[in-house]
């Protein structure tokens, strides 16, 4: 059983920067399996924003390249998600996954 926990969410003007955390805790090998970002807009499907292996190897959807950027600490068991230069099309929620469990996610707005 894996147990996430998301902070970091909120309102942004355009050009604004955010921060998201993900903490896990439970029975997993942290370094070892899937830990990734995710976002759903309204009406829109859910779709994986980043992604980050053990080794610390990234990917980035197109949309979000050269804003976002993923990282880890496997000794705090967390993966967070900088967010530069927001856009309002990346109004959405915010789901992190670790070990294919969902956090329960953060809403994300940029408006002015």
């Known amino acids: 059983q894996v147990q996430l926990v998301e902070s970091g969410g909120g309102l942004v003007q355009p050009g604004g920067s955010l921060r998201l955390s993900c903490a896990a805790s439970?029975?997993?090998?942290?370094?070892?399996?899937?830990r990734g970002w995710y976002r759903q807009a309204p009406g829109k499907q859910r779709e994986l924003v980043a992604r980050?292996?053990?080794?610390?190897?990234?990917a980035y959807a197109d949309s979000v390249k050269g804003r976002f950027t993923i990282s880890h600490d496997n000794s705090k068991n967390t993966v967070d998600l900088q967010m530069n230069s927001l856009k309002p099309e990346d109004t959405a929620v915010y789901y992190c996954?670790?070990?294919?469990?969902w956090g329960q996610g953060t809403q994300v707005t940029v408006s002015s």
């Open positions: 980050i292996s053990g080794f610390g190897i990234t």
């Open positions: 996954n670790v070990a294919y469990s």
């Open positions: 439970g029975s997993i090998s942290f370094s070892r399996t899937f």
